[in-house]
């Protein structure tokens, strides 16, 4: 029989959903003794909480089980967690002699209990999908980063033929309205001054009649609470009282993750997206016309089954179209299981190449524009980080820019600032003190 850990690590990867679950993992492991390792620090259990959604991102879970090993030969015990514990279960335990504990998204909840039977050499596996229970049993946090992620929704329905998320993930299910409203109001009182509402279709999310507006509209009411975010959207699920909300509630920020996949009609159906560019489009001026200065950012795939040069010139297009603030991109990564997996005319990777650099290259042109314009408007700021010049503090836009400036705000802080230099990735300003002063 092994000792009880001490130490532990968990890695996330992928998602902002993984990073929630992390944070409510490594509380877990706290409440039954163990104690997070610093960096640098050996720890005796390392959780890999992993990502499925490409096959780069799940053949990487398995180098980093590899390179676990001592130089003289031990190794911690090995949990691997998240998307791929989900989806190959038994498969991974046989691929790799070092994983201890399988433990699916679902079931976080039974960490400590799993670790307790690894110890004892056997090597326990759950991947039940048995909906909200993990989020009952997760503890009480006690401090909360000034930018806390609040998963409200969980699963996907939508079944896009590229995507193994709602295999991974399991159906769409919702928290309650009360759950998810506590759950804020112990964040606020742990330290979060803005709240991120998770969800991998997070605007689907319902309890009963009420949809994410009526929720976003609640928590609005929290003191203390000064902004609100949500991701990731489905175009399909954005309905007219949440893109209302956009306009009414203050503060709900000025930003709107859409992804949209493809520009290419043709595409978008092979991809069973449920939405056309035009009804995209469409949903977008909508949105503005709520929110002028709204930030909208999507994701992106290039190189879908059958995609041809007038296809991607489609996607080009939509770009263009919607001016982008910020954006994620892929290659397309044939998934196991997947409809599109075995769709002809798969693309050969160069081609994919050329096109993911011709995208990047535009988005990253509507990203500067968009950053441009923001030079010389007064705004507040988040601060979250340390800068690394001595005095310099950085803190979120209510776009979701990084903007550097100096002051003596510390972390947590809601700072007035005066936008003046956009660089390619971030914004510098000064305290709106000083430039009115100036
Ligand atoms: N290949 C490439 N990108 C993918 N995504 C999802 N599945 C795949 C895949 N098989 C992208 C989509 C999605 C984001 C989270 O990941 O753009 O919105
Ligand atoms: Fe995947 Fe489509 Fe569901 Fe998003 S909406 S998680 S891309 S199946």
Redesign the pocket.
């Known amino acids: 029989m092994l000792p009880t850990p001490q130490r532990f690590r968990i890695k996330s990867f992928g ?1 902002q959903m993984n990073v929630y679950d992390g944070e409510r993992m490594a509380e877990l492991l706290g409440d039954a003794g163990m104690t997070a390792a610093g960096d640098g620090e050996d720890a005796d259990l390392v959780v890999l909480n992993t990502c499925h ?2 096959e780069k991102a799940a053949e990487k879970a398995y180098s980093d089980v590899g390179r676990l090993r001592r130089g003289d030969g031990s190794r911690p015990l090995i949990a691997l967690a998240g998307c791929v514990a989900q989806a190959e279960g038994r498969v991974a335990m046989a691929r790799s002699k070092m994983i201890d504990i399988v433990v699916g998204p679902q079931a976080y909840h039974r960490l400590p209990e799993m670790v307790a039977e690894a110890r004892t050499g056997a090597r326990p596996i759950d991947t039940d999908l048995p909906g909200l229970a993990k989020f009952g049993a997760l503890p009480k946090l006690r401090r909360a980063v000034p930018s806390a992620f609040l998963t409200v929704q969980e699963g996907c329905d939508k079944f896009c033929t ?3 998320v709602p295999y991974t993930r399991g159906a769409e299910i919702s928290r309650p309205f009360a759950a998810v409203i506590g759950e804020a109001h112990g964040l606020v009182e742990a330290g979060a001054r803005e709240i991120v509402l998770l969800g991998q279709n997070v605007n689907a999310w319902n309890d009963g009649d009420r949809g994410l507006d009526a929720l976003i509209r609640e928590l609005a009411r929290i003191d203390g609470l000064e902004r609100i975010r949500y991701t ?1 959207s489905h175009p399909a699920d954005m309905s007219g009282a949440l893109i209302a909300a956009h306009g009414e509630v203050a503060k709900l920020m000025p930003y709107l993750h859409l ?1 949209v ?1 493809s520009g290419s009609d043709r595409i978008l159906k092979r991809m069973n997206r449920s939405h056309s560019a035009d009804s995209y489009v469409r949903t977008i001026e909508r949105v503005r016309a709520a929110r002028s200065d709204i930030a909208i950012s999507g ?3 290039v190189g879908f089954p059958g995609e041809t040069e007038a296809d991607f010139e489609a996607t080009l297009n939509i770009v263009d179209a919607v001016g982008y603030a910020a954006a ?1 991109s ?6 196991p299981g ?1 409809p599109a997996a075995t769709m002809e005319d798969q693309i050969p990777p160069e081609i994919m190449d050329d096109r993911l650099q011709r995208l990047q290259g535009r988005l990253a042109e509507h990203g500067r524009a968009f950053n441009h314009a923001c030079i010389g408007r007064d705004t507040r700021i988040l601060i979250d980080r340390v800068g690394r010049k001595p005095g310099q503090m950085i803190g979120k836009s209510p776009w979701l820019q990084s903007v550097f400036v100096e002051t003596a705000a510390r972390i947590g802080d809601m700072l007035d600032v005066r936008l003046t230099d956009a660089l390619p990735n971030s914004l510098g300003g000064v305290t709106l003190a000083r430039a009115q002063a100036a």
């Open positions: 998602c959604i490409r590229y995507c193994v990731t992804p996949q994701d992106f795939i994620y892929f290659k397309y990564s044939s998934r997947t």
